[in-house]
């Protein structure tokens, strides 16, 4: 059982536009997300994250959006370039800093 | 750069093979992990180590024995892999284990099992 969803295995956005990745959990306990971007060949690298006690975080071109309620996340880079072309993948703890649990990731693509 | 650092990049191995996985940080983090990930997957956790010591196992087979001889060095030995072994296997470290803080993550090492 899946407890964090990537359901858009791809996305593809212009340069210059918004892109937004998006994120649901399942589980309630959750309380701590995060964002990784993962190129080909390298590890992923950690983007940003956020606590339940907020609903945005924001940093650069980078921001996360939480809705509790909804059990849904998402980030949003604005403006897109063509250097943000990578596989992003969400990921999210419990209380008591548990393992992360990952998604799927989503590829984004960035046309110049 | 990542302050993660593994070795060796790339290792091929048969399947009566004995070899070894390295990662090293520098960061003082106090918490370190094995992840697996195989080909559009995401990664998947294999061992947390806290403060030197193993506290998740996530019922990996014995033949990967994780080892952590310091607080900046995790191993991971193999023994006997079999070719479905074969992924990328991540090293990552964290600061404090008992508090919500981001992974940082190494470049992996690119296992093949032949």
């Known amino acids: 059982d899946q407890q964090v969803k990537q359901n858009s295995p791809s996305l593809s956005v212009q340069e210059g536009r918004i892109s937004i990745l998006n994120c649901d959990y399942t589980?309630?306990?959750?309380?701590?997300f995060l964002w990784y971007k993962k190129y080909p060949a390298e590890g992923p690298t950690f983007l940003i994250s956020i606590s339940s006690i907020k609903d945005k975080n924001e940093d650069g071109r980078f921001t996360v959006f939480l809705n509790k309620s909804a059990k849904h996340l998402s980030l949003h880079i604005v403006p897109s370039q063509p250097g943000d072309s990578a596989v992003y993948f969400c990921a999210a703890s419990a209380a008591g800093n548990t393992p992360l649990v990952f998604g799927k990731g989503t590829r984004l693509s960035v046309i110049a | 750069d990542t302050e993660v650092t593994q070795t060796p990049k790339h290792l091929v191995m048969g399947m009566t093979n004995k070899k070894s996985l390295k990662c090293e940080q520098h960061?003082?983090?106090?918490?370190m992990y094995w992840y697996k990930q195989k080909a559009k997957k995401p990664p998947e956790l294999m061992f947390v180590y806290s403060y030197e010591k193993l506290s998740i196992n996530e019922s990996v087979p014995s033949r990967f024995s994780p080892e952590c001889p310091n607080s900046s060095l995790l191993n991971l030995h193999l023994h006997a892999l079999q070719p479905e072994d074969s992924a990328l296997y991540l090293c990552a470290s964290s600061q404090d284990p008992g508090r919500p803080s981001p992974l940082h993550f190494g470049n992996g090492t690119r296992l093949t099992v032949t």
């Open positions: 589980n309630s306990m959750f309380d701590y």
């Open positions: 960061m003082g983090h106090r918490a």
